[in-house]
């Protein structure tokens, strides 16, 4: 009888204590779902920012490089004290507005500026010397400069691209004469971070706040700096003379490599707490941070503790109403008609909660949906750019043979001439057999014309977008077709190395055949000043791949050249001779039909490139063909 008083007693604090546990614990278990959700959701946008801020960026990357190969630019580097440099201004300022960058302006070798788009600006970059920039070191060291900081003269915070300039590059050890500069202004990508429910900020290797969402925090650092640390930070003049105070970040826990929940201790942002996520981007050497409010993780914590303490509660109480059902029925029926308000109360809030959580994923679906529109049209954009570039290189060599194939049709032209005035001849002394045989001929030499302008047509088309079986035997033999003049008057002999049975290879014919004419037109140039000139040209199967080889006896390729052969606009050839584009698009096409194309080095001296292209899978016979057939073009 006395053991009831002590269990009720035991009852009672037990009661309490489970109802504090259960709610804990769902508590933990709620912030665990809705940091783990508010994670997810900081990737996706860091992602997205991350990409953003690197496509804004690199769109510019080009416009030096193109700059620095402008004979305008060229001509006034030559001897500038002697010209006037203001048409040369009204150039990069014209550049400048169509590329929408910052600024545009030419260094001398000396880092002296000669000339720029703010020519007409108090705080104009002529006459002022960057040597202490690295993107002048890096670019007159023969590189592509690279450099993030402020203005020296606008106290602005931009990224600057810089190339070489070179007015003689045929010497593989000359130094460049001069650099090409473009600043771009990050103001821009700033501006589309203000509208996202985020903070976003990136830094530096030195762990300064470079760009930011929000603008008290810029030009602040992550951590507390020392006095020398701010001297050193100071004696590079990449943030001119900004104090580079401490941000107040303060780091709370830590929840992943690069996870972590953090506060402020001053500042716009003191005062709640953030989910801070970081993203590298090795290609700028920077690192992005999002910071994420966590003001949904403490409303889930909440919510799921009034759950759990509504449950725990119910099934309390319903033990409780069943043990004591007969003495408290009125009261059990009373109370649970307020635990159903309540529960219905708290359903009514998960139900407004999971509303809102749903337009927030729609809104983040939508915007997902429309980068990869953006991103596909950019794609779309991109292939059309590179169809028309490999067709204007491939109607830039047919230009240079025009006057391979002017000097074939002048002959039938002449041969023609003079069988029609036999036949005239003939006709008028009304011998008819010799007009017949003089029309015959005449009839022989505009077929071949016919034949001549058909190969021109042939090669001027524009390729198709599938792959079929293609015999690269009557590719070279087309190829060879299109240069048979240069050949002979060069007196170049070419050998061909065909196989007894011939590899078919799955390819566009079209472009294969414009590759092909683009490696033997570059064969027969580095070979017009070899006295016994000879080209090999070669055809090997080699399991699933087909080897094509176009080998010359030329001076070969130097070293220092042969890792950027390849790069577009790179070209060893005088001004005027090139673009630098033949071998670049040669590599992008062998690259699209699923092959590489690779140069090297002959030990026996002159260059031999080699294409290799996935074998046609439905086997073709060809006509056998000898090991080793040479056919010299004298």
């Not at 635990?339 to 927030?360: I, S």
Request: aromatic fraction near 6%; hydrophobic fraction near 40%.
């Amino acid at each position: 009888m006395r053991r009831a008083p002590h269990w009720r007693v035991l009852l009672l604090l037990a009661a309490p204590l489970g109802l504090v546990l259960v709610m804990w614990q769902a508590a933990q278990v709620a912030r665990d779902q809705a940091l783990q959700t508010l994670q997810k959701d900081a990737e996706n946008e860091l992602r997205l920012s991350a990409a953003g801020l690197i496509g804004h960026l690199s769109r510019h990357d080009y416009l030096p490089k193109l700059l620095a190969t402008r004979e305008g630019v060229q001509r006034f580097l030559s001897s500038p004290h002697s010209q006037d440099a203001m048409p040369l201004n009204l150039l990069l300022d014209r550049f400048r507005v169509t590329a929408d960058v910052s600024d545009v302006y030419l260094l001398d070798r000396h880092a002296d500026t000669l000339a720029a788009s703010n020519w007409h600006r108090p705080n104009t970059f002529i006459g002022q010397n960057y040597a202490f920039r690295s993107y002048y070191s890096d670019a007159i060291a023969g590189g592509q400069g690279r450099f993030y900081g402020l203005g020296v003269q606008s106290l602005e915070r931009g990224y600057y691209f810089s190339s070489p300039v070179w007015l003689d590059d045929t010497q593989p050890d000359s130094t460049p004469d001069g650099v090409m500069v473009v600043k771009v202004l990050l103001d821009t990508v700033e501006e589309s971070w203000v509208g996202q429910d985020a903070e976003l900020l990136v830094t530096d290797e030195d762990d300064i706040i470079f760009m930011a969402s929000r603008a008290e925090l810029r030009m602040t650092s992550l951590h507390p700096l020392s006095e020398a640390e701010r001297q050193a930070l100071l004696a590079t003049r990449r943030y001119a003379d900004e104090p580079l105070t401490y941000s107040g970040i303060e780091l709370l826990e830590y929840r992943g490599e690069r996870s972590r929940l953090v506060s402020f201790s001053d500042g716009p942002l003191a005062g709640p707490r953030y989910l801070a996520l970081s993203r590298p981007m090795t290609e700028l050497g920077w690192e992005m941070q999002i910071l994420k409010p966590i003001t949904p993780v403490l409303q889930a914590q909440w919510v799921s503790a009034l759950l759990a303490g509504g449950l725990y509660g119910i099934v309390l109480l319903g033990g409780g109403i069943g043990w004591q059902r007969l003495r408290l029925r009125r009261e059990r029926e009373e109370f649970a008609e307020r635990e159903r308000q309540t529960l219905a109360h708290a359903r009514d809030e998960l139900e407004r909660n999971v509303e809102r959580r749903t337009r927030d994923l729609v809104e983040t679906n939508r915007r997902l949906s429309a980068e990869i529109d953006e991103r596909r049209r950019a794609e779309e954009s991109l292939r059309q750019t590179r169809d028309e570039l490999i067709q204007a290189a491939k109607l830039a060599v047919l230009g240079q043979l025009a006057a391979g194939i002017n000097h074939e049709l002048n002959q039938p032209l002449a041969a023609i001439r003079a069988y029609a005035e036999n036949a005239r001849t003939f006709l008028e002394r009304q011998r008819l057999e010799s007009v017949d045989l003089n029309l015959a001929q005449i009839v022989e030499l505009t077929a071949r014309m016919s034949e001549i302008s058909a190969q021109l047509r042939q090669f001027s088309r524009k390729s198709g977008e599938t792959l079929a079986a293609v015999s690269p035997i009557a590719c070279f033999d087309y190829a060879l077709r299109l240069f048979q003049t240069r050949l002979r008057e060069n007196g170049v002999a070419v050998i061909r190395r065909w196989p007894n049975e011939e590899p078919w290879v799955s390819a566009d014919l079209v472009r294969l055949e414009q590759v092909l004419v683009n490696l033997i037109d570059n064969a027969l140039q580095a070979m017009a000043d070899v006295p016994e000139a000879r080209m090999e040209v070669s055809i090997t199967a080699e399991g699933d791949e087909v080897v094509l080889g176009v080998a010359d006896s030329g001076p070969g390729i130097p070293d220092a050249h042969l890792r950027r052969i390849f790069e577009p606009f790179y070209t060893t050839k005088s001004p005027g001779r090139g673009l630098g584009l033949g071998l670049s698009i040669s590599s992008r096409i062998i690259d699209d039909l699923g092959g590489s194309l690779t140069a090297a080095n002959r030990p026996e001296g002159g260059a031999l490139f080699t294409i290799r292209l996935p074998r046609d899978t439905g086997q073709r016979s060809a006509d056998a063909q000898t090991n080793e057939e040479i056919f010299p073009h004298a």
